[in-house]
């Protein structure tokens, strides 16, 4: 019928007019359908990118690893959750960044707004100020509290979070020490800036880190088969975390 | 007012008042790159539209002939599917082969305004439904395999999100 068949051009201005939602729909109804929608950069993602995401985020290389347009508005639909975070912590206007206020004595931290159950995972952390005495990254169910009183690896400090201290390259689950990651001597100190890839596989059940394209290893093993999801904690007044899910991991 | 001649795929010639077909990108072209004068008696010939087609296209031209030009989208804002005129609507309440058909000849004919409010009317009538609904709605076929299905709807499952 006449509808599958619609030029592509026609399908642009038709996709226009539809939301998000609608347009997984109609991705899901033929393969004519579905290859239009397959571009991510087609102009339909565009608007909605340039609609959803602050300019800042779309001018600046905050997004520089997420090269398409439904990409970034992918990785927007997975950033901080300004609705699950510690009080004494903010999501900037750019959507992605988290601020950490000057606040004595607490640990603040944030999840992102998706959790996994399935499938393969990876985005990128990175701190943009000081990481302080305790800086975790890694995992948390909804379970998890993030906030709590005095300097603590939050993200880590129960047995439903894992984290990996930046700070003294501890990991840290149900509060203990799990041994020094990467397992190296002298293993490299974080520097402030640099992208830390977080892989996550559902499947496998395993957490693992990458540095500078660099894979050191399996962190945790035995996750559970529950909905877990991107969390940092942070102790240092007015540091900045940034978080860009970038989709499933590039095998190789 | 000069009157241009448009022959239609089936053979019909339809005499129109040239400013109301102007509004056609397409024919204003070509009336450009012929050279033609607008006293032309020669037929613009448009072979990818019927008469019956031809018809309601000319109908919606000759009514909307004085509409001012379309602001230039926000492309901030939402674009809105509940601004369909009444006028429009009712020239839309066609069986669905007319109102695709309207589509492919506005898209042919490169006229924004007809192409907009004809995509308006299906985009309703997608918005809100799954995917079956919508392969019900227009009697498309599914042609993903199960697997490809399942694949494409996890990709995909952060679109459900708010």
């Known amino acids: ?252 | 007012m000069p009157n241009i001649k448009l022959h239609s795929s089936d053979g019909e010639i339809f005499v129109v008042d040239v400013e109301i077909v102007k509004q056609s990108v397409t024919i204003r072209t070509m009336l450009e790159d012929l050279g033609m004068d607008e006293d032309e008696d020669e037929p613009v010939p448009l072979s990818n539209v019927n008469s019956a087609i031809l018809k309601k296209v000319i109908q919606w031209c000759t009514f909307h002939k004085d509409d001012p030009p379309p602001p230039e989208d926000d492309e901030n804002k939402e674009k809105r599917t509940d601004d369909i005129s009444s006028w429009d609507a009712e020239f839309l309440k066609v069986d669905q082969g007319t109102l695709f058909e309207l589509i492919l000849a506005a898209n042919y004919l490169d006229i924004k305004g007809l192409l907009d409010v004809t995509c308006k009317t299906v985009a309703n009538m997608i918005k809100g439904k799954s995917p079956e609904e919508i392969r019900k709605t227009f009697n498309i076929k599914n042609d993903f395999t199960p697997a490809e299905e399942e694949q494409v709807r996890k990709e995909n499952e952060w679109c459900e999100e708010k």
Not at chain 1, 93 to 111: E, I, K, M, W
Not at chain 1, 199 to 216: G, Q, R, S
Request: aromatic share 12%; proline share 6%; hydrophobic share 35%.
């Open chain 1, 1 to 252: 019928m006449a509808a599958a068949r619609l030029p592509h051009r026609v399908l642009e201005v038709l996709f226009s007019y539809l939301d998000i939602s609608d347009l997984r729909s109609c991705s899901l109804v033929c393969k004519n359908w579905y290859r239009f929608l397959n571009d991510e950069n087609n102009d339909v993602w565009r608007l909605h990118c340039v609609r959803k995401l602050a300019e800042e985020a779309l001018k600046s290389d905050l997004l520089s690893n997420v090269p398409t347009y439904k990409a970034k508005l992918r990785a927007f639909y997975h950033a901080w959750n300004p609705n699950d975070c510690s009080r004494n912590v903010y999501i900037k206007s750019n959507g992605f960044t988290l601020h950490r206020n000057p606040v004595a004595q607490t640990t603040d931290g944030a999840r992102g707004k998706i959790g996994f159950k399935t499938g393969r995972h990876c985005w990128e952390v990175w701190w943009e100020g000081p990481l302080g005495t305790v800086a975790m990254i890694g995992l948390m169910t909804k379970d998890s509290p993030v906030q709590c009183q005095g300097y603590f690896p939050l993200v880590g400090g129960d047995s439903n979070s894992w984290g990996w201290n930046l700070v003294d390259n501890h990991l840290i689950h149900n509060g203990d020490s799990q041994g020094d990651y990467p397992p190296l001597n002298n293993a490299p100190k974080y520097q402030v800036g640099e992208r830390i890839r977080v892989i996550l596989d559902c499947e496998d059940n395993t957490l693992a880190f990458e540095k500078n394209y660099e894979f050191l290893g399996v962190a945790f093993r035995g996750l559970p088969n529950t909905q877990l999801y991107p969390a940092v904690s942070a102790v240092y007044g007015n540091t900045e975390v940034s978080m860009v899910y970038l989709g499933p991991p590039l095998d190789g």
